[in-house]
């Protein structure tokens, strides 16, 4: 399977670009490959690097809105976790598979997800053509349900190259310290990431230097948890040590900017991370606590998130926050992408140049991190293969009608 | 001419709406009206009121990510002013001719504006069919060119009841207090409405502290200027003081989120004057310092601010910042809308349902203010006409070549 791109804008020049195998083959002013499919981009079609979401819970599409503008506590235990706790394994395969459409419709080819049911999850995943890490189950006590889950899920991404399971312990507050301690063992032996909540709140960090003596990364660092495979969700409350051994191990932060701000828990600081070497990707967290799974909505604030938490307009500079929502998410989840060259994966967005907020064009990067929408993005293309194109993307009808039934039914509950 | 919109989703009801002559004449689950012109909304759109832009200068889509991530005074002296001075009228007419479709793409119908050359500003406003209120120019000292300019505005706006002029002095760091007094002297007799920066950043309260001893919202109040006709953009920096004057004399508040976070002004505290009774409506404020026109994105981020300055989740409700982006603006305006009722002005978007970021549907106005993106809107009425529909915006296509030509001639002054 062959994709010949024609006339595509590839930094500011017209090109052709040649897909095979997954992977981008050629980039020349002209190509010609009789055999392959052919996309035209009439001069007009700027070819991006596309997101990869570091941080999600990509089902919690069918609770967008459900409740707002509440306190933690009331929303979680009165709205939320009830019902979440009624959730079918079918509901989260729909609502994950909704995801995938929202998420394709806004340039995403991966996510990092941590929901219950990872074994539905997978199967709206491999339908989509997206590539994501599922995580294996740990909050709490692991149920028999949850045990069966994780199961179900080792088995079906045994032969899937583009999903990969990983270790998911919700948080150092809901998992114990021998279950920690026990992940880190396995990490070792299965190669495995691990995909963790960490100093998310200020509280979080009090109750954990009270109990430990440590902050949450120091503590995480102790049971071997901060490595190269580590995805630290959040990290909004950081020590300057916290981030020397971030940046040590090697780990990488899920900047989440929006779900920050919305639940109240604090300004990530981006310039602080970025200069200390950590590597920051970003995501956009759950719907519930953002409300859509859009990157370009995620780089607007994360970029003036940046500059209002230190006073500095110089911070959070448009290609620092591209990097972050593209070739650092990407390459935690071991896909060599991130920019379109020769050799890299056939990852890639195509941006209408003919849009309204696209047609100064002096800058394609600062376009896209403040001024685009979804309504840009013309096409998606995943290990060389078309999420959507000239924005059809196959199924959308079904799947939306799916989820009005399930979001239907959740509103009954009530 | 009649519209008659079919099968709308008003209120989770299905319902017919016919408008008349600029307003709402009838609504009710079966109309028939067989000289109008007939809408199908098909079950799946749902009405809403329009945006209305508090504070704009909408000819700066020129320049839309010219510069950025610069300190202020290098952003504005070496790069935003020099490019101002070379534009000509026609450039003018074209820039905001783009901003127009920018505006209605994302639902918005009307925009305070305050740039160069209104009377060019003021054509392309006329084509597009929105409402607007441009601005007299008083910057520094008046030119003969901005008397010109000034003169030709007030002349052409005389027949268009969709558009008003207002006095748009600067702020009080650029215009003199003479001025100022002048101006609060002819909207006594002349009945027009005055936009103003006030309170935007730290140093101009400081410095209007030292010189006047007041601050800035005191300092107008003591000529006259701050009053029911009166929007005061940005406001970030204000005492209790201020805004008991602001609430007390009726005057509007134009809140802008983006830009305040880009240019590191400060966060104004959305609870703090809601409580205190000013009227609060949102602006995107210029596209360089945004980068985009659409009132979805400043809702979102003007929701975020009001909880991450107060740390209360509760704070900046959907529901107020909805109402701050339509019914705020539109009360500003003098237009008699921000609901959808009979009676009421024919201004109103068509929301498509069937999106993904829509299709919970458990709480439309959250939804609009945190998920939506301008993919969702489907058709933007203004005073009883269409100014998209099903997407199409007659002369886009035009409109953008026609503004990417002047950006290429910006960027080869560089």
């Not at 606590?289 to 604030?301: A, F, G, Q, R, T």
Request: proline share 3%.
């Amino acid at each position: 399977m062959k994709i010949l791109l024609k006339n595509v804008i590839l930094d500011r020049k017209s090109s052709d670009i040649l897909l095979e195998n997954g992977k981008i083959s050629a980039i020349a002013p002209e190509i010609s490959a009789p055999d392959a499919d052919i996309f035209d981009g009439l001069d007009k079609m700027a070819v991006l690097p596309p997101f990869y979401n570091a941080h999600n819970h990509a089902a919690m599409t069918l609770l967008r809105g459900y409740a707002e503008d509440m306190e933690l506590f009331d929303w979680l235990s009165n709205h939320i976790w009830p019902v979440e706790a009624k959730l079918t394994a079918e509901d989260i395969y729909i609502g994950t598979r909704l995801a995938t459409v929202e998420m394709i419709r806004s340039g995403t080819v991966y996510f990092n997800d941590s929901y219950w049911h990872p074994e539905a999850a997978l199967k709206a995943v491999k339908e989509s053509g997206m590539r994501a890490t599922l995580g294996l189950l740990y909050l709490g006590n692991v149920s028999d349900d949850a045990k069966s889950a994780n199961a179900a899920l080792i088995e079906a991404a045994q032969d899937i190259d583009t999903i990969e399971v990983s270790h998911t312990p919700h948080a150092i507050y809901t998992v114990d310290r021998a279950t920690l301690q026990k992940i880190s063992g396995m990490m070792e032996s299965d190669g495995r990431k691990v995909h963790i909540h960490v100093s998310e709140t200020a509280k979080e960090v009090a109750d954990c230097l009270k109990e430990h003596n440590m902050t949450p990364v120091e503590y995480l660092d102790s049971l071997g948890l901060i490595n190269e495979r580590a995805m630290l969700a959040h990290c909004v409350h950081l020590t300057g040590h916290d981030r020397e051994i971030i940046a040590a191990r090697g780990a990488y932060i899920a900047h989440n900017p929006v779900s920050n701000m919305k639940l109240c828990s604090g300004m990530f600081d981006f310039e602080a991370a970025r200069k200390a070497g950590c590597k920051i990707a970003i995501g956009t967290d759950g719907t519930s606590s953002n409300n859509n799974l859009s990157m370009i909505d995620e780089m607007k604030v994360a970029a003036l998130t940046a500059k209002s938490v230190t006073e500095l307009p110089t911070a959070g500079k448009t290609a620092d926050i591209f990097h972050a929502a593209t070739a650092a998410g990407a390459s935690f989840a071991g896909v060599d992408a991130g920019e379109i060259a020769v050799g890299k994966a056939a990852d890639m967005i195509l941006v209408d140049l003919d849009s309204p907020v696209m047609s100064g064009n002096y800058d394609l990067i600062a376009d896209m991190v403040y001024a685009a929408d979804p309504t840009v993005i013309d096409s998606v293309i995943c290990n060389g293969k078309f999420l959507m194109r000239n924005k059809v993307i196959p199924g959308e009808k079904e799947i939306i009608a799916a989820a009005k039934d399930v979001c239907r039914k959740i509103a009954s509950w009530k």
